[in-house]
């Protein structure tokens, strides 16, 4: 969509506002509102001030003046708001330079696009991530001196077999590690799920599939369609949006955190991934699982620089509570094509152009542009220093015997294991200025106030091990 097709849009809805997004260094989206009346091709051209110094991570107070540069290709009626609303993607501009901010996660993406063109090795870096997420009732939390709790209030939770419900209880719910595939009214979310769907195709975002994911409690699945780099993170925060918005139109409360609920499956995002160029898919060829050296290396790069991206691919300290040895988690450093402990699989695909590698241990709590640039990087790192990953895993990486499971290397065991290797490992992310050691440094001290907050508090299973020791 041009600008003027943008202004035209506008006019012909009878749009009032219009929506100004754009993605801070957490993955969370801000925004801020216009009068549609001030839009014109100056204001695309000039672009909307803000004060950056509010944003975590972000510019100090002395240098807080920041644009809001709209990129009018990402323009869309929100569904969502009473009156009727334009809501457009922003890039964060410096407007000293008139370039892309270093700590604007979408100006960021931008450049690691930007970076692989410049390699030679390819012109087009596609994503697919697969984000899963928790629908709840109600959830409950307090953390304060006197103490702390959480309390998840869900009709489809395996636990609630003996809860009074309004109308009754009804018993039809999934078993732990039974939400796969039963039908409704096992499955309670069928409407809600293909509601979100209708919103997201309306926003232009292509779905694929949706379905009830294996854990209890109301795990959910949204396949959307794989696209480049930048424009498969801004979808991935249109669904994070859509997901959130949907369920609490309909009275319930949607999270994307890994590891919301103990003793079932949490919730991850597989990212699929491949290179291309002058239109030919470079990840396909004859070698194991139909790949190319090329996806080889590939695959190298990311299993060298794993613990390094953890720290952005699995930024959270409850991202680890769901990457934890022998539960079924894929923390097994190691590729295979039909194993699904592996970190990296590759899937089964019925042509060349299909190709990809997947990667199984990131998770939704990821900021998306961060994410895909970081992976892209460290792949870029293997093809372009040769990085073998080895032979293939095809055994059952939950179940080796101990003297073959030791030498297999795993991702990080914690959000603060992550950001040292981060601080340790961070060349490959710095080429062509895509990363830079500024940001790096500003994100390793950002993170580390999760992990100390995380270490600080006092947590209830604490008083169950110890208290009367």
């Known amino acids: 969509m041009a600008v003027a097709d943008v202004l035209k849009l506008i006019q012909d809805n009878d749009i009032k506002f219009v929506d100004l997004r754009f993605t801070d260094t957490i993955g969370k989206e801000q925004h801020v509102t216009v009068p549609a009346h001030v839009v014109d091709e100056e204001w695309f051209e000039h672009g909307h001030a803000f004060d950056g110094s509010s944003i975590a991570g972000w510019k100090g107070i002395q240098a807080s003046d920041m644009l809001l540069m709209p990129d009018a290709s990402t323009a869309n009626i929100d569904p969502f708001f009473d009156e009727p609303t334009v809501i457009i993607t922003c890039d964060v501009i410096e407007p ?61 939770g395996a636990w609630a077999t003996s809860e009074k419900f309004e109308g009754g209880n009804l018993g039809h719910r999934p078993r732990v590690k039974g939400g796969y595939f039963p039908v409704p009214p096992v499955d309670s979310h069928q409407d809600i799920r293909a509601s979100m769907v209708l919103v997201l195709e309306e926003l232009g975002v292509p779905v694929e599939v949706f379905h009830h994911e294996v854990a209890n409690a109301g795990q ?212 062509g200025g895509v990363f830079t050691d500024e940001w790096i440094d500003s994100y390793i001290e950002l993170k580390m106030q999760d992990v100390n907050r995380t270490r600080m508090n006092v947590h209830p299973v604490e008083f169950d091990m110890y208290y009367s020791l």
Request: charged content about 25%; overall charge neutral.
């Open 96 to 156: 000293a330079t008139g370039k892309g901010y270093d700590r604007d996660p979408r100006s960021l993406a931008k450049r690691a696009e930007a970076y692989l063109k410049t390699t030679g090795i390819g012109d087009t870096a596609y994503f697919g991530p697969e984000p899963e997420f928790f629908i709840f009732d109600n959830i409950r939390w307090n953390t304060d001196m006197s103490g702390c709790f959480v309390k998840i209030g869900s009709e489809e």
């Open 220 to 431: 959910n699945e949204i396949g959307t369609k794989f696209s480049t780099l930048t424009q498969r993170a801004d979808w991935t925060q249109i669904l994070k949006y859509v997901v959130h918005n949907v369920a609490n139109q309909y009275g319930k409360t949607a999270t994307f955190m890994p590891k919301p609920i103990v003793g079932d499956n949490g919730s991850g995002m597989h990212v699929h991934q491949s290179i291309w160029k002058d239109g030919k898919n470079l990840f396909a060829g004859n070698g194991y699982a139909g790949l190319s050296e090329t996806a080889l290396y590939y695959i190298g790069g990311i299993i060298k620089h794993a613990k390094a991206l953890n720290a952005i691919t699995n930024p959270g300290t409850n991202s680890y509570k769901r990457l934890v040895p022998h539960f079924e988690a894929p923390v097994k450093l190691a590729y295979s094509a039909k194993n699904r402990s592996a970190s990296i699989r590759i899937p089964h695909v019925a042509s060349d152009k299909a190709r990809r590698i997947e990667a199984r241990f990131p998770d939704p709590l990821a900021n998306p542009y961060l994410c895909f640039s970081a992976l892209l990087m460290a792949g870029l790192d293997g093809i372009q220093n040769k990085i073998h990953p080895g032979d293939p895993a095809d055994k059952n990486l939950y179940d080796l015997p101990p003297e073959e499971d030791k030498l297999i290397p795993t991702v990080c065991a914690s959000l603060d294991e992550a950001l040292d290797a981060l601080d340790k490992d961070r060349e490959f992310l710095t080429r």
